[in-house]
T-cell receptor, first 115, second 117 residues
């Protein structure tokens, strides 16, 4: 039972173009969403996040959009650079008890940016 | 600020052997998580600690996996006995008790890659 789905295992884009990575979720209790970036042999690194009360959050070249009614979020990278080539994980946060929260991850999308 | 430290980076064992992983979270982070990441999958939460207490261990296979965080700082995850399907990367993460969204963001170590033969 996958509560967070990233349906595209891989994506290839040209340097300078836009990369759009998509994520869908099923659990209405998720109220905060995060994107992580992972290089080989390294742990996931936090990239950007968005609260469920917002529909957009921007940080430099990275923008996350949230469509709560569709239970869909996307990460836009503009312009894409070769150094952005990595696996991108979508994660959704929910309260796990008291003041604690836990994350549920998608399977990831491998982004390749070609020079 | 030092990140999350994990050791060893790699471990190869035979099935039915035991293995232990160590994690030291970011200084001051009260919450610590252990994840299992199987090849081609996203990280799956095994256990979550706040200080030295367990918050969530619902996904931990307790017949063979155990974890502790005795002094509320570093933590160990043990598998005994290991099975072939335990081959995975074991990630440790920590988060702070800051206000608002700071609690939500987890910071990960580089992980331990376990191969069970």
């Amino acid at each position: 039972d996958q509560q967070v789905k990233q349906n595209s295992p891989s994506l290839s884009v040209q340097e300078g173009r836009i990369s759009i990575l998509n994520c869908d979720y099923t659990n209405s209790m998720f109220d905060y969403f995060l994107w992580y970036k992972k290089y080989p042999a390294e742990g996931p690194t936090f990239l950007i996040s968005i609260s469920s009360i917002k529909d957009k959050n921007e940080d430099g070249r990275f923008t996350v959009f949230l469509n709560k009614s569709a239970k869909h979020l996307s990460l836009h990278i503009v312009p894409s650079q070769p150094g952005d080539s990595a696996v991108y994980f979508c994660a959704a946060s929910v309260r796990s008890g008291g003041s604690n929260y836990k994350l549920t991850f998608g399977k990831g999308t491998l982004l390749t940016v070609n020079p | 600020e030092a990140g999350v430290a994990q050791s060893p980076r790699y471990k190869i064992i035979e099935k039915r052997q035991s293995v232990a992983f160590w994690c030291n979270p970011i200084s001051g982070h009260a919450t610590l998580y252990w994840y299992q990441q199987i090849l081609g999958q996203g990280p799956k939460l095994l256990i979550q600690f706040q200080n030295n207490g367990v918050v969530d261990d619902s996904q931990l296979p307790k017949d063979r996996f155990s974890a502790e965080r005795l002094k509320g700082v570093d933590s160990t995850l043990k598998i005994q006995p290991a099975k072939l399907e335990d081959s995975a990367v074991y990630l440790c993460a920590s988060s702070s008790e800051g206000l608002g969204s700071h609690r939500r963001i987890q910071y990960f170590g580089a992980g331990t890659r376990l191969s069970v033969l």
